[in-house]
């Protein structure tokens, strides 16, 4: 009500203004003053130092629903909400103490009482002036209720999350920080898995409604604990709860179980019908803990619950951290190992029956400092990273470099490398390869890439696109570890391989006993029968080699023949 314009409001007041044709100046300036003062779009109110309202602007009256005449000789407490009123009263019983009041000069936040009764937020600047001798207070005022109302809900957004009206990660890190103060809690993270597929399969608003759906499961489940429910981005929600200290983490781990069962059931959004799953991740804060820390540590724990194939929990531990801490450390190493050219390419030769060097496997080392890492360290992380590929192309030049340096004299020696899947998936594979190649003046020719046969689980079509078109440039390929994976001999018949690696282990086991020997021997037969070139690698006494030589293996590889040499002192041995 007291938003309407000031100026439709001073329209419809009568105005009565009785100019006597004799004033003076006086009755002039006066008449200035109250065109000023009901042009002023805040309330002005003034009064006596007892409180007693003297003049009244037009604003005034709109803004507190009161005419001037009602008001006037009015104690100003009739424009305060009761509480504020009576210490108003207090105050004024003391004048000096009033004029010397620190409100005076400054702009304050308070509550305003219209003529109806309500309250309403507003903005007082109170001064303190003397006319004719008399001091006077005047107040100007100035409704707030629009910026109250943006301020709250700029709060809210801050705090709650807009699709479920769930508190969000904020709210929920205070909630928790204020319950950690009278107890233990028990916080879980609850990831749903592979969620997304829902916003990209059917549409993002569909995506909401289900999760509006699991915010109400998860709650219901809360509810029966008082546990607290809040909605993180994406697909996250998290649970906080009291427990108390005697309670075991069985007891989390049984909710946990009841939690995942409930996730798992249906859920029907127009008339489509969804089975999910979650990975939840829980931890334990002790009374006095920092809620950020127990978060944490739930977020580790449901890392962990995903790592280990999603739609379970996992409880947190320490050695979590220790770990997430260390693979942290390998990674900053890794990357700043590739800006300081830390990765060298060693060879290791593999040799026909007769013991003659006809080829070499490239294997790369990481020189830290004085230490020569193996890549059974950093391969997987670097893997799981994504800088396995920036490393391949390391790996691949410094091949072509080594193939380059071979020729004309030993064009027929072939140098053999890894590739990881990642990378070979990798977009423009073929490409890049090949534009190493040229600047490096190298023949692809010489070139064995070694895959494994995890490869195969990827997009076969794609895979084997990719080794048509490298095959139609003279690379040959050749299956590592060939029958420790996933053996798809239909597919790997389908695609250009010539060799498999037979896996050291099968060459461990083939010296140790009738069945071990067996299985070698399959393995050999296998590859044989395939009609693939066949490699035995590890070979590391004199019985292996010539077991292998008797089965009529191709080529071999192991310490017991050559061990894996520097780029430098391999071509050396060579040239
Ligand atoms: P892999 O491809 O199976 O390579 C053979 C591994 O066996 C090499 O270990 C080699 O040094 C080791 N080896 C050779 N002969 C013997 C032996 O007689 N006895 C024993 N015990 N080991 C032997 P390395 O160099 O530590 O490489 C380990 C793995 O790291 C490789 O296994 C390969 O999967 C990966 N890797 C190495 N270099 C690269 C690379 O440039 N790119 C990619 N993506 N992976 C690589
Ligand atoms: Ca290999
Ligand atoms: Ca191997």
């Not at 023949?561 to 041995?573: A, F, G, I, V, Y």
Request: net charge negative; glycine share 6%.
């Amino acid at each position: 009500m007291h938003k309407r314009s000031i100026l439709a409001r001073a329209a419809e007041m009568e105005v009565s203004v009785g100019i006597d044709t004799a004033t003076t100046t006086v009755v002039d300036n006066e008449q200035r003053l109250r065109d000023v003062l009901d042009s002023i779009f805040d309330a002005v109110v003034v009064t006596c130092i007892r409180g007693i309202i003297q003049d009244f602007n037009r604003a005034a009256e709109i803004l507190f629903g009161y005419e001037k005449s009602e008001v006037l000789g009015k104690n100003v407490a009739i424009l305060m909400p009761r509480s504020l009123a009576k210490q108003h009263d207090q105050f004024m019983q003391n004048p000096l103490q009033a004029a010397n009041a620190k409100v005076l000069g400054r702009l304050r936040e308070l509550e305003g009482a219209h003529k109806n009764g309500e309250l309403f937020p507003i903005t007082i600047g109170l001064n303190c002036t003397t006319w004719e001798g008399i001091p006077r207070y005047i107040a100007s005022i100035r409704d707030i209720s629009d910026r109250r109302k943006a301020e709250n809900t700029i709060q809210t957004l801050s705090l709650y999350d807009a699709n479920t009206n769930l508190p969000n990660r904020l709210n929920f890190m205070k909630l928790m920080q204020h319950q950690l103060q009278y107890s233990d809690v028990s916080v879980m993270a609850v990831n749903m898995d592979f969620f997304n597929r829902i916003n990209v399969a059917v549409s993002e608003s569909e995506g909401e409604q289900v999760l509006r759906v699991l915010a109400a499961r998860i709650s219901e489940f809360a509810t029966e604990f008082n546990g607290v429910v809040a909605k993180d981005i994406e697909d996250r929600f998290w649970i906080g709860m009291e427990v108390s200290t005697n309670e075991t983490l069985d007891f989390d781990a049984r909710q946990m179980r009841r939690l995942l069962a409930m996730l798992r059931e249906e859920i029907v959004v127009n008339s489509r019908h969804y089975l999910l799953t979650a990975s939840v991740g829980v931890a334990r804060g002790r009374k006095g803990a920092n809620s950020s820390e127990v978060v944490t540590h739930a977020e580790t724990a449901v890392h962990q619950a995903k790592m280990r194939g999603r739609d379970q929990f996992s409880v947190y531990r320490e050695v979590m951290t220790e770990q997430v801490v260390q693979e942290f450390e390998l990674e900053q190493q890794l990357r700043r190992a590739l800006q300081k050219n830390q990765f060298e390419c060693w060879l290791q030769s593999k040799v026909d029956s007769n013991g003659k060097v006809v080829s070499a496997e490239a294997l790369v080392r990481w020189r830290l400092q004085e230490k020569v890492i193996a890549p059974d360290v950093f391969i997987p992380l670097a893997e799981r990273l994504g800088i396995i590929n920036d490393i391949g192309w390391v790996v691949a030049r410094k091949v072509a470099q080594v193939i380059c340096a071979l020729q004309p004299d030993n064009w027929h020696l072939n140098i053999a490398m890894n590739v990881s899947p990642r990378q070979f998936m990798h977009e423009n594979f073929t490409a890049t390869l090949q534009a190493i190649f040229l600047e490096e003046n190298a023949n692809l020719q010489q070139l064995t890439i070694e895959i494994t046969e995890n490869l195969l689980i990827h997009d076969i079509i794609k895979v084997k696109a990719v080794m048509d078109e490298l095959s139609q440039l003279g690379v040959r390929f050749s299956v590592d570890d060939f029958g420790t994976g996933y053996s798809n001999l239909k597919r790997l018949q389908w695609i250009p391989v010539t060799e498999v690696k037979i896996d050291r282990q099968f060459v461990v086991a083939g010296m140790q006993g009738e069945r071990g020997k067996a299985l070698l021997d399959t393995i050999i037969m296998m590859g044989q029968s395939l009609g693939m070139h066949t490699v035995a690698e590890g070979i590391e006494t004199a019985a292996q080699f010539t077991y292998l030589q008797s089965k009529g293996v191709d080529q071999f590889q192991g310490y017991y023949l050559h061990r894996p040499e520097p780029m430098r002192t391999w071509l050396q041995s060579i040239l």
